[in-house]
């Protein structure tokens, strides 16, 4: 490379990283995604404290099982278009049969949108309703 140009470039940045206003804004963005990784865990554990261990584990893995049956790729940006499993779906309402209060809670929880939504999002109305008669 041409030395008069990397001469340039290397005076061109020592100014601006010796601006005073550029260094505080690096500082702030750094301390933000810091803070912001750690606050979410701190949320997250809370939230954890919220659920009785024991019943939990039950919960846990019935909101797991029918995120798998309406996401069976596993890719988030996927469920809209992946198939969904309506035979799992029967056989999980009958487990989550008077628990769905509780199942619906983790599944929020862990998924940041409600049970009932991505069932009547997966499954046609006349199945979504026998899937609440079902579990309710």
Do not use: C
Not at 37 to 43: Q, V, Y
Not at 115 to 133: A, G, H, I, P, V
């Amino acid at each position: 490379m041409n030395p008069l140009i990397v001469q340039k470039v290397a005076s061109g940045a020592k100014k601006v990283f010796t601006n005073k206003y550029v260094i505080v804004a690096i500082i702030v963005i750094v301390s933000f995604w810091v803070l912001k990784g750690g606050i979410t865990k701190l949320i997250r554990a809370y939230k954890e404290k919220q659920f009785d261990k024991n019943e939990a584990k039950d919960y846990n893995q019935l909101a797991q099982q029918y995120r798998a049956a309406a996401n069976p790729s596993g890719s988030d940006w996927m469920i809209d278009w992946d198939g969904t499993d309506e035979d799992a779906i029967d056989r999980l309402g009958y487990q989550t049969k008077g628990h769905l209060e509780s199942v619906a809670a983790v599944y929020k929880q862990k998924f940041h949108e409600t049970l009932t939504d991505r069932m009547r999002k997966e499954l046609s109305t006349d199945d979504f309703q026998n899937w609440r008669n079902i579990v309710d």
